[in-house]
């Protein structure tokens, strides 16, 4: 069953991953995710139903749009890939813990668990694609991950009756606010106020994995950054004035945490004989 899971998670994500797409392109520019229907960005003609099949249709058409044969950017079917190969690793990670419940109220908060990490998997995507795009993270999309990180963790909770992972979401989404509000107060060209309210947003689920969650995935997000731009400024690709989009980096840093960062945490507390409460 588990089999069955990861691969209805991976056909989702590969339909969502088709209205991210949408998400990224219209969103900046302020338009309406749902309406109007897709069209080509050269001709305006309108995508058939036939011709928005999730990559295969990329694949029919070779790349280009069957009215005028403008080209078709490579990014679409590769974006709905990585749609469907993050929620087939969230569904793969999550998946095991719902069919290892013991009552039914456990395996709903554990699939309710999962829901809320394969939604922190789609905006990442989105969100990553439009800051590397514009340097921005449109609150449109921030600011409701809040509402439903905090709803299904919170449900989750009720039904497990363990609210202890829920309590260190709390802290985690405050601590990190305030952490990156205070940077950006300090230091206002080199951090956003995006960048402050996404750190509470990923505070939620790095709480909810642990405190070495937290901590590496807070930790990776400076470190990867730092390396890319060493990197950026020893091929001369940019210099020291120049910015890059530091929203890529936190989702990246998190994910780190969410999926080793506990292991990582206490095997360096190891060293000095400590160990996680």
Request: aromatic fraction near 12%; charge should be positive; hydrophobic fraction near 60%.
């Amino acid at each position: 069953m588990i089999a069955v899971t990861v691969v209805l998670a991976a056909v989702l994500g590969l339909l969502l991953g088709s209205f991210l797409n949408v998400v990224v392109y219209r969103v900046p520019i302020g338009k309406s995710i749902v309406s109007p229907p897709s069209a080509c960005p050269n001709c305006e003609h309108e995508i058939k139903p036939y011709d928005n099949i999730p990559v295969l249709s990329w694949l029919l058409l070779r790349g280009k749009c069957r009215n005028c044969a403008a080209p078709i950017s490579a990014r679409y079917p590769l974006v709905e890939l990585a749609t469907s190969l993050s929620f087939a690793l969230v569904a793969l990670g999550f998946a095991p813990a719902a069919f290892a419940a013991t009552t039914s109220a456990g395996a709903v908060a554990a699939v309710l668990v999962m829901v809320a990490f394969l939604y922190l998997a789609a905006i990442t995507i989105a969100l990553a694609l439009i800051d590397l795009d514009v340097h921005k993270l449109p609150n449109v999309i921030v600011i409701p991950a809040y509402a439903v990180g905090a709803a299904l963790f919170g449900a989750a909770s009720f039904l497990s009756g363990d609210f202890g992972p829920l309590i260190g979401s709390g802290i985690a989404m405050a601590g990190l606010f305030l952490f990156y509000l205070v940077m950006a107060l300090v230091y206002p060209g080199g951090m956003g106020l995006g960048d402050v309210k996404l750190a509470g947003v990923l505070g939620i689920y790095l709480g909810w994995a642990g405190w070495g969650a937290v901590a590496v995935g807070a930790f990776s997000a400076f470190l990867l950054a730092g390396v890319f731009s060493i990197i950026l400024l020893a091929t001369k690709r940019a210099g020291r004035k120049s910015g890059i989009p530091f929203g890529p980096w936190m989702f990246a840093g998190a994910w780190l945490g969410i999926v080793v960062g506990n292991a990582v945490f206490a095997s360096y507390l190891s060293v000095f004989d400590l160990t996680v409460a």
